[in-house]
C-alpha cells in the first residue's frame, strides 16, 4: 500500500458526460501528479500540482483540467467524454517539486459508452 | 523534450533466470532514473533508481546500470521467481524537472 488513495476504483459513464476523479496524497507529500494509462500503452503525463498551485503540464486535453485544494487532496474533472478517454487514470505524490520518489494510488479505471 | 525507449516489450524467461530490460533515453539533462512494476490492477511501484552521479545499483536480486554517455540503462533481475512476472517501466527526469517520462512497458513472464 503505497499510502495515497483514488476514488472511485471504477467509472463507468456515456460520451459527453463529465466526471470527477479524486486522490489523496500520502501524509506529508506536497506533489500530486496524474497520468492517462490507455490499454497497452505507458503511462502519459497529464499535470502535477505542487502544495495548491500548478507546476507542470503535459499531453493534458482543454477537457480535462485539475485542481489541488488546500487540505492536498486533488481532483481531475473530464468533460465532454470521448470513447477514446477510457483508459486508467493514476494519481502519484511526492514529498517535493520534482526528482523524488513519486508514489502511485491504485488508479481509477474510466470506461466511457 | 525527453524520449524514453523500452525494449522488449514482452520477454519471457524461465524462473531462476536472469532478466534484462533495457532503456534509452534522449535528453542528455535527465539524471534520476526510476523502474516501476505494475502488477495487474495496481498502480506502479517503486523498485529501484539511480541518479546520474553513480553508475550501479543493487538491491537483492535487482540492480540496475546506467551509461551516461550512451544514455542508456538497464535492469538487471537475477534468479527470477514467478512473483516477478508483471509490467516493468522505466523512466527518466530532471532533477529539478517535474515530469517523469516513462517507456512503453516491458511485460515480464517467468515461467515455473
Known amino acids: 500500500d503505497s499510502g495515497v488513495t483514488q476514488t472511485p476504483k471504477h467509472l463507468i459513464t456515456a460520451t459527453g458526460q463529465r466526471v470527477t476523479l479524486r486522490c489523496s496524497p500520502r501524509?506529508?507529500?506536497?506533489?500530486v501528479y496524474w497520468y492517462q494509462q490507455s490499454l497497452d500503452q505507458g503511462l502519459q503525463f497529464l499535470i502535477q500540482y505542487y502544495n495548491g498551485e500548478e507546476r507542470a503540464k503535459g499531453n493534458i486535453l482543454e477537457r480535462f483540467s485539475a485542481q489541488q485544494f488546500p487540505d492536498l487532496h486533488s481532483e481531475l474533472n473530464l468533460s465532454s467524454l470521448e470513447l477514446g478517454d477510457s483508459a486508467l487514470y493514476f494519481c502519484?505524490?511526492?514529498?517535493?517539486?520534482?526528482?523524488?520518489?513519486?508514489?502511485f494510488g491504485p488508479g481509477t479505471r474510466l470506461t466511457v459508452l | 523534450g525527453e524520449n524514453v525507449e523500452q525494449h522488449p516489450s514482452t520477454l519471457s524467461v524461465q524462473e531462476g533466470d536472469s532478466a534484462v530490460i533495457k532503456c534509452t533515453y534522449s535528453?542528455?539533462?535527465?539524471?534520476?532514473f526510476p523502474w516501476y512494476k505494475q502488477e495487474l490492477g495496481k498502480g506502479p511501484q517503486l523498485i529501484i533508481d539511480?541518479?546520474?552521479?553513480?553508475g550501479e545499483k543493487k538491491d537483492q536480486r535487482i540492480a540496475v546500470t546506467l551509461n551516461k554517455t550512451a544514455k542508456h540503462f538497464s535492469l538487471h533481475i537475477t534468479e527470477t521467481q514467478p512473483e516477478d512476472s508483471a509490467v516493468y517501466f522505466c523512466?527518466?527526469?530532471?532533477?529539478?524537472?517535474?515530469?517523469?517520462?516513462f517507456g512503453s512497458g516491458t511485460k515480464l513472464n517467468v515461467k515455473p
Open positions: 539511480i541518479r546520474s552521479n553513480v
Open positions: 535528453d542528455s539533462a535527465s539524471n534520476y
Open positions: 523512466a527518466a527526469s530532471r532533477n529539478n524537472f517535474n515530469k517523469f517520462y
Open positions: 501524509s506529508g507529500d506536497l506533489s
Open positions: 502519484a505524490s511526492s514529498v517535493g517539486q520534482g526528482g523524488n520518489e513519486q508514489f
